[in-house]
């Protein structure tokens, strides 16, 4: 019978030691990851995109805001947003009526998918009164 020898363990534990470090891999990776974030797409009723539209999304619990713009083709992301909630993600766009998603919930390293849809609306300016009058001085030098 032959005796194991020092190179047969040898290779056993590297056998080992790797065998761990494949299953450690996606532990340790994860280890960096502390936040989430919300994604989406803003569009008429037409389907066509909105470009420049607000969006905020409201931590409810702490109050805190992240915000920022719908870009090319309606796509806006937020990254590194605080994990759990709940959420409260809005988009508004002037000209268009606000929308709003609530009960968002963030999950640890993943995007949530919020799409938007937003109907023409129509706003109503209010009225500028201007009064000019001219200073005497003026008037006197024919300025």
Known sequence: MRRPSFVDSGFSLLAVFAALMLTAAPALHAQGVTTGGVEGIVTTQTGAPLVGAAILATHLPSGTEYRTVSRSGGVFTIPGMRVGGPYTVTA????????????????????????????????????????????????????
């Open 92 to 143: 508004q766009m002037i000209g268009y009526g606000e929308q709003a998603r609530e009960e968002v919930l963030i999950a640890l390293g993943s995007d949530f998918r919020v799409d938007f849809v937003l109907v023409e609306e129509a706003i109503e300016l209010a009225t500028i009164e201007v009064e000019g009058g001219g200073h005497a001085v003026l008037f006197r030098f024919g300025v």
